[in-house]
């Protein structure tokens, strides 16, 4: 059965250091990648999504994710983070198996900064 | 503007009452989902819907029913069955359901 894992639950990062939230995932074919962020008491926003094409996705607020096949990763990053990306941040993954349409959400990582 | 609204923001109820959370959305999406999320826990699937009149238990179904009268509206009620109530619970939308879901901005129930 397809899995997502995000291995780190907290992330502590200084203001204007570069970020990477990792995320990997279990599945035989090639998925849907999605990364949201969700602030505390919200909703969850969709950051970027990756359905096929260019391995490096752009997505809104300045990050990007990179789809990895042979790791079977999609780790998220941004070059300089600001106090305002303080929140969680969960990835998801979008399988076709026949008859098992499914999206898979992890478990999240907090990111907290600090100045 | 597109998007979808959820109500009340808060809701408070008495142990023992039954309560429904409103979900509406103008996307014109097909499939629609509700979640529980518990303090520092992810997201738990507890009902979802690719169709109107037609909806699927999710992973935490117990203590929770939904109706899907409407392609907008899937509204969900936690019954008195629900031992532990208290929680945020989270509606989203999409085309389908290998794809991007778009959340509302979420409803905390306090049951006391």
């Known amino acids: ?115 | 503007d597109g998007g979808i609204t959820q109500s009340p923001k808060y809701l408070f109820r008495k142990e023992g009452q039954n309560v429904t959370l409103s979900c509406e959305q103008n996307l014109n999406h097909d499939a629609m989902y509700w979640y529980r999320q518990d303090p520092g826990q992810g997201l738990r699937l507890i009902y979802y819907s690719q169709i109107v009149n037609d909806f699927q238990k999710g992973d935490i179904a117990e203590g929770y029913s939904v109706s899907r009268e409407k392609k907008e509206s899937f509204p969900l009620t936690v019954t008195s069955a629900q031992k532990n109530p208290t929680a945020f619970y989270l509606c989203a939308s999409s085309v389908g359901l290998v794809y991007e879901q778009y959340f509302g901005p979420g409803t905390r129930l306090t049951v006391t």
Request: hydrophobic share 35%.
């Open chain 1, 1 to 115: 059965a397809q899995s997502v894992t995000q291995p780190d639950i907290h992330i502590t990062v200084s203001e204007g250091a570069s970020l990477e939230l990792r995320c990997n995932y279990s599945y035989g074919a090639t998925p849907y990648l999605f990364w949201y962020v969700q602030s505390p008491g919200q909703g969850l926003q969709l950051l970027l999504k990756y359905f096929s094409g260019d391995t490096l996705v752009q997505g809104i607020k300045g990050f990007e994710a990179e789809f990895k096949r042979s790791q079977s990763s999609f780790n998220l990053r941004k070059p300089s983070v600001h106090w305002s990306d303080a929140a969680e941040y969960f990835c998801a993954v979008g399988t076709a198996n026949f008859g098992n349409e499914k999206l898979t959400f992890g478990t999240g990582t907090r990111l907290t900064i600090i100045p």
